[in-house]
C-alpha cells in the first residue's frame, strides 16, 4: 500500500494549536487536501477581489493559482473558479441568513470558499473553526437557497448562475516553441505524444493544441522549452521579424514573454533591452528571462518615456517593440475575468481607467516614434 506523503508545514498549519493539528492529523488524507485546498483558495481569492475591487490587475487567476506557494494548484484552481462563478448567490445566501459579521466578516473569503463547499460543492468535515461555524448554519443556508431560487423563478441552481454568466468562449490551447531550447518539430513530437498538435500556419514557432489541454506540469513547459503564449501575443515579434545581431528594444516588458520570443527569433545574437517600470513585475520579468536560456538581454528598471533616445547606450538601437499597459478586454476569457464581480458592471472607474490607458498609449507609441523617427537608426 502507498504511504500517505507527510505535509510540510506551512502557513496555514503554523497557525493552528495543538488541538486543531490533532483534529487535522485524524481526518482521511482526502479530507485533509480539502482542507488546506479551502485555505490556499481563500487566500487566492482575496488576492483576486482586492485587486478587481481596485481595478488593478494582481496577476490573472491562473497565474496566482501556479504560483509556488500553492500546492494543491488543480484543486485550489477548481475551487477559485467555482465560487468566483457561484458568488453572487454565495452572498446573497449569507446575506439572507446574517452569518457574515465579526471576525467572520475579516475572513469573507474563507467563508465564501467554505459556504461554496456546503452548498455546491464537496462534503465538508467540521474541522477549523470557519468549518464549524458554518456547518451550524447548513440548514439556514440552504433555506436561503431554496428561497432564492423561488424569487428568481427559476427551478435548479445551473439556472441561476446563468442568470449573470457570460457564455465561456473555448479557444486552442497555443504553445510557442523556445527555439533557443528545442527545435519546433522535437517539440511538436514530444508533445503529440499525449496530445493532438499541429503547426500554426502564421506564427512559426507556434503550435497549436486543444482547448483546455493542461500543460502546466509538462516537463517542456516547466524546463523553458516551450511557452503557454497565446496566438496574439506570439505574433508581435513575429511581425517586428528582427534579425540576429540587432539591438532592440523591448519598452513595456513584463512579464517577458515577448522579450523571451525577440532573444528566439534573433537567436541568442545582438542585444536586447527590456525596460519594466514596476518593480515587482521586473522579478517576474526576470524569472521568464531565465528560464528561457537568453543571455544577451539587459534588463532596465524605469520608465520607457524617461530613456533618452540621445543616450549613447541607447542610440545603436534598430527596433521597438511596443506592448504598453491596456485594459485586457482581449484576454478576458483566458485570464477569467468574466468570473469577477467588476465584470458585469462597467461604472465610471473603468472609464477613468481606460482614459489613463488610453493617454498612457499615446504617449508611449509618440515616444518610440519620434526616438526612431529622429535619433535611433532604425525604422518601425
Ligand atoms: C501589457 S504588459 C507587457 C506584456 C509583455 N510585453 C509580454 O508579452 O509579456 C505592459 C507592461 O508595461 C509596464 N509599463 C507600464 N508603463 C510603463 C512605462 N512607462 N515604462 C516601462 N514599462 C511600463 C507594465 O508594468 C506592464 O508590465
Request: a positive charge; charged letters at 25%; one cysteine or more.
Amino acid at each position: 500500500m502507498a504511504r500517505a506523503k507527510k505535509m510540510k508545514p506551512t502557513r496555514a498549519t503554523s497557525t493552528l494549536g495543538p488541538a486543531d493539528k490533532l483534529e487535522i492529523k485524524r481526518l482521511s488524507n482526502a479530507e485533509r487536501s480539502a482542507y488546506f485546498s479551502r485555505r490556499e483558495a481563500a487566500k487566492v481569492l482575496r488576492s483576486v477581489l482586492e485587486g478587481d475591487a481596485r481595478r488593478r490587475a494582481v496577476g490573472s487567476i491562473k497565474s496566482l493559482v501556479f504560483r509556488p506557494a500553492i500546492r494543491n494548484k488543480k484543486g485550489t484552481f477548481a475551487l477559485v473558479c467555482q465560487t468566483l462563478k457561484h458568488l453572487a448567490i454565495i452572498k446573497n445566501v449569507l446575506e439572507a441568513s446574517s452569518i457574515l459579521k465579526g471576525k467572520w466578516k475579516r475572513q469573507a473569503e474563507l467563508i465564501f470558499i467554505i459556504t461554496y463547499d456546503i452548498l455546491f460543492g464537496q462534503a465538508v468535515s467540521p474541522v477549523g473553526d470557519a468549518e464549524k461555524f458554518l456547518m451550524q448554519w447548513k440548514d439556514a443556508l440552504q433555506l436561503a437557497l431554496a428561497r432564492l431560487l423561488v424569487k428568481e423563478k427559476v427551478k435548479t441552481v445551473e439556472d441561476l448562475v446563468n442568470l449573470n454568466q457570460i457564455p465561456e468562449v473555448s479557444k486552442p490551447r497555443y504553445v510557442r516553441v523556445n527555439t533557443l531550447k528545442i527545435d519546433v518539430d522535437s517539440a511538436l513530437l514530444e508533445l503529440g505524444r499525449q496530445n493532438m498538435v499541429q503547426k500554426d500556419d502564421v506564427v512559426p514557432d507556434l503550435l497549436i493544441l486543444p482547448p483546455a489541454t493542461d500543460l502546466h506540469n509538462h516537463p517542456l513547459v516547466i524546463n523553458g522549452s516551450v511557452f503557454l503564449q497565446g496566438k496574439a501575443s506570439s505574433m508581435v515579434a513575429t511581425a517586428l521579424d528582427p534579425k540576429p545581431g540587432w539591438e532592440v528594444l523591448d519598452a513595456c516588458a513584463a512579464p517577458g514573454n515577448k522579450t523571451a520570443h525577440l532573444a528566439a527569433l534573433m537567436r541568442g545574437k545582438g542585444r536586447i533591452i527590456a525596460c519594466e517600470l514596476n518593480k515587482e513585475r521586473v522579478k517576474r520579468l526576470k524569472e521568464t528571462i531565465k528560464l528561457s536560456g537568453a543571455s544577451n538581454i539587459k534588463v532596465l528598471n524605469g520608465d520607457f518615456l524617461n530613456i533618452n533616445p540621445k543616450d549613447p547606450s541607447v542610440s545603436t538601437i534598430r527596433a521597438i517593440l511596443l506592448d504598453p499597459s491596456c485594459s485586457g478586454s482581449g484576454t478576458v476569457s483566458v485570464r477569467l475575468d468574466n468570473l469577477l464581480p467588476s465584470y458585469a458592471a462597467a461604472d465610471v472607474k473603468d472609464t477613468e481607467r481606460l482614459n489613463k490607458l488610453a493617454a498612457f498609449q499615446k504617449k508611449a507609441l509618440a515616444h518610440a516614434l519620434s526616438s526612431l523617427g529622429i535619433y535611433f537608426k532604425g525604422t518601425i
